[in-house]
T-cell receptor
Framework: DVKVTQSSRYLVKRTGEKVFLECVQDMDHENMFWYRQDPGLGLRLIYFSYDVKMKEKGDIPEGYSVSREKKERFSLILESASTNQTSMYLC????????????FGEGSRLTVL | AQSVTQLDSQVPVFEEAPVELRCNYSSSVSVYLFWYVQYPNQGLQLLLKYLSGSTLVESINGFEAEFNKSQTSFHLRKPSVHISDTAEYFCAVTSYSSASKIIFGSGTRLSIRP
């Protein structure tokens, strides 16, 4: 089975801190994604990557950056956390560009105080 | 650009009753359609998908969805729900030309009453 692992299930940070959310997938998938999930808004795409060292902005990239130095790892970075970034963050991966099926991690719930 | 509308944010039903979760999409090109399920405190997992062929697709746990191109809908149904179906359900769409970028609806929370 495909496994997508997010390093932290729960984090509490203070405003202005730099935050790293790590995601690793073990199925050699080409594509990796970071979504943000908020009640009533569903999932919104922050950034995605089709290949190592490649990244593309999603719908809400402001305040975030990403890094993909290795194929299996996709990191989301909050350079200076703010309270409006309190949310559930979901990492996902997929293979190829034909079927669009995503495999998700269990999520990282970030609280910014 | 595509978009997805889930008309109901919450759907309460009694156990063993039928349920329908509604999903409408908007797209100017041909699409792939998905339903994902999120059980409490877990990530999302694929429930079923429509890629091509038969417009009626089924999941292993009794859910089904029908692709209706004329009504741009992909409603999810189950004839008899169980307590274990309690979850949030997300409809999603992507296009043939951009199959890696999936757009999600806002979700429908299905709660089952005994």
């Amino acid at each position: 089975d495909v496994k997508v692992t997010q390093s932290s299930r729960y984090l509490v940070k203070r405003t202005g801190e730099k935050v790293f959310l790590e995601c690793v997938q073990d199925m050699d998938h080409e594509n990796m994604f970071w979504y943000r999930q908020d009640p009533g808004l569903g999932l919104r795409l922050i950034y995605f990557s089709y290949d190592v060292k490649m990244k593309e902005k999603g719908d809400i990239p402001e305040g975030y950056s990403v890094s993909r130095e290795k194929k299996e790892r996709f990191s989301l970075i909050l350079e200076s956390a703010s309270t409006n970034q309190t949310s559930m963050y979901l990492c996902a991966s997929s293979q190829g560009r034909e079927t669009g099926e995503l495999f998700f991690g269990e999520g990282s719930r970030l609280t910014v105080l | 650009a595509q978009s997805v509308t889930q008309l109901d944010s919450q759907v309460p039903v009694f156990e063993e009753a039928p349920v329908e979760l509604r999903c409408n999409y908007s797209s100017s090109v041909s699409v792939y359609l998905f339903w994902y399920v999120q059980y409490p405190n877990q990530g999302l997992q694929l429930l079923l998908k429509y890629l091509s062929g038969s417009t009626l697709v089924e999941s292993i746990n009794g859910f089904e969805a029908e692709f209706n191109k004329s009504q741009t809908s992909f409603h999810l149904r189950k004839p008899s729900v169980h307590i274990s179906d309690t979850a949030e359900y997300f409809c999603a769409v992507t296009s043939y030309s951009s199959a890696s970028k999936i757009i999600f609806g806002s979700g429908t929370r299905l709660s089952i009453r005994p």
